[in-house]
């Protein structure tokens, strides 16, 4: 059974008059975490004319799009909608000019036998709806080199400094302002300094450091991987023909990898590979190591056995081979915010619209307030450890809104600096204006089905 802990810490956290480290950059806005939220937030302060550092721990960019290949774009409509935009319809529109992402025309964006069995293996399709078959919707699947290749062309041409193989360790904090942070690298420890500070870790590692109030839980882990050589025209023909006995093997396979989808396998962009969301697993704790090193050896057991399994058993997969396993574990949920305001999952289902809302998800509303801690000034949160409980977190962590909250809170950073601003004092009506300059949908206008009440309005 998962547990929640509300804490805090600032026992890891330095300040600049015990700063020994060499200081390798002064920025107006410094961002933890190369990630699409991380990307998105770094592209777009210096779009607006900020200074920029971004630290990455990994040797590429995309986190779990792609480190921890999640090779599904969706959770991005609202009905016929398209609700999440901005850098996020930057990265499916580059993809699809290199031919690296599959995205259904809006012609077939709409429910039918014919138009499932065209999509439904690509995994573009609405996986909320209760239908069968689901609609095919917007969403695009893509490949992960796709996706480290255009998060660098985006960085380069915004004049990010980029710094990979940077190891976040403790922020630089005095009395209650964050002033940077240190990293480690196989140079020693390195200081960077800033007057903004945005957290796209994923696990809060800077603000719960920096001594931000935060509850912690945990939740599925996911190690998913791709097949090589595999014949999907037949796989699908088999399935298709033979409904009740493709049921039966991929129960089976399901088993054996201990948890997954009911559409384990998808099409990916590349002819004859298939990414496999799968094993899913819990019980494993995301930030401590030795849990993820038992979830590493539990899942590779896993996958070897159902591929054997697969190989001998399943029309099309006979002379599939392992391509890759993903380099990063897929943590959903660890430790989250709790900010100037928590969301909670009744926020989420009733699609509780805020006055200063800044960001969307598919149907749901960010507020600016759940991307900023109570107890430390210059610094911002965005990613799926934004401010929310665990119950609504797990309804609004997906990829896009993540890039969406990251692109907020790069328009707030760049705001802060240019006006001389606390983060916490920016407008969010300015934010919102900053976003729609930036070519994404800050959700300030609701949508016909969203709860705007009184109780979503910003205290005075």
């Known amino acids: 059974m998962n547990t929640l802990e509300l804490t805090s810490s600032i026992e890891l956290s330095t300040t600049t008059a015990d700063l020994t480290a060499p200081v390798i950059s002064r ?11 991380g990307v998105a937030a770094a592209v777009t302060a210096a779009r607006s004319g900020a200074k920029v550092t971004l630290l990455e721990r990994y040797s590429s960019l995309g986190g ?31 993809l699809q000019k290199l031919g690296l992402a599959i995205v259904p025309p809006a012609d077939d964006r709409k429910t039918s036998e014919e138009l499932w069995n065209k999509w439904g293996r690509y995994g573009t399709f ?3 709806s209760h239908t069968n078959p689901k609609p095919i919707c917007y969403a695009a699947a893509f490949d992960p080199d796709g996706w480290k290749r255009v998060s660098n062309d985006l960085v380069r041409e915004a004049g990010v400094d980029l710094r990979l193989h940077s190891w976040f360790s403790r922020p630089i904090v005095d009395n209650g302002v964050i002033k940077g942070v240190i990293c480690e690298t196989k140079l020693g420890p390195q200081a960077f300094m800033a007057d903004v500070v945005i957290d796209t870790t994923g696990d809060i590692d800077v603000a719960s450091r920096a001594g931000a109030s935060y509850a912690k839980d945990n939740y599925l882990t996911t190690l998913v991987f791709r097949l090589g050589n595999v014949d999907t025209k037949a796989a699908e023909a088999f399935e298709q023909a033979n409904p009740k006995e493709a049921r039966a093997i991929n129960r089976k396979i399901k088993r054996l990898l201990g948890g997954a989808w009911e559409l384990w396998w998808l099409k990916t962009p590349i002819d004859g590979v298939v990414w496999c969301n799968a094993p899913h697993m819990s019980g494993f704790d995301g930030v401590d190591p030795a849990d993820m090193t038992a979830a590493e050896f539990a899942a590779r057991d896993r996958i070897s056995e159902a591929v054997d399994y697969v190989r001998a058993n399943l029309p099309g997969f006979e002379n599939c081979y392992m391509l890759d396993v993903a380099s990063q574990m897929g943590v959903r949920q660890t430790r989250l915010l709790q900010g100037e305001y928590v969301m909670t999952k009744d926020d989420v289902t009733q699609r509780r619209h ?3 809302t800044v960001a969307r998800g598919r149907d749901y509303y960010y507020p600016y307030r759940s991307l900023l801690p109570k107890e430390v000034d210059q610094l911002l949160v965005a990613g799926r450890h934004y401010s929310a409980t665990p119950e609504a977190q797990k309804m609004s962590r997906e990829i896009p809104p ?8 790069g328009v707030a950073a760049a705001l802060a600096v240019e006006n001389n601003l606390l983060v916490r004092d920016v407008s969010a009506l300015d934010i919102q204006q900053g976003m729609r300059r930036h070519g994404a949908d800050p959700g300030d206008v609701p949508s016909s089905n969203a709860t705007v009440d009184a109780t979503a309005a910003v205290p005075a």
């Open 27 to 37: 920025s107006d806005v410094l961002v933890v975490g190369g990630g699409p939220a």
């Open 402 to 409: 993540c890039m969406a909250m990251g692109q907020a809170v």
């Open 354 to 356: 805020f006055e200063d």
């Open 64 to 94: 779990l799009a792609s480190g921890g290949m999640v090779l599904v774009l969706d959770d991005m409509i609202n009905g016929q909608e398209i609700t999440v935009t901005g850098v996020v319809s930057e990265y499916v529109e580059r």
């Open 126 to 128: 609405d996986f909320h």
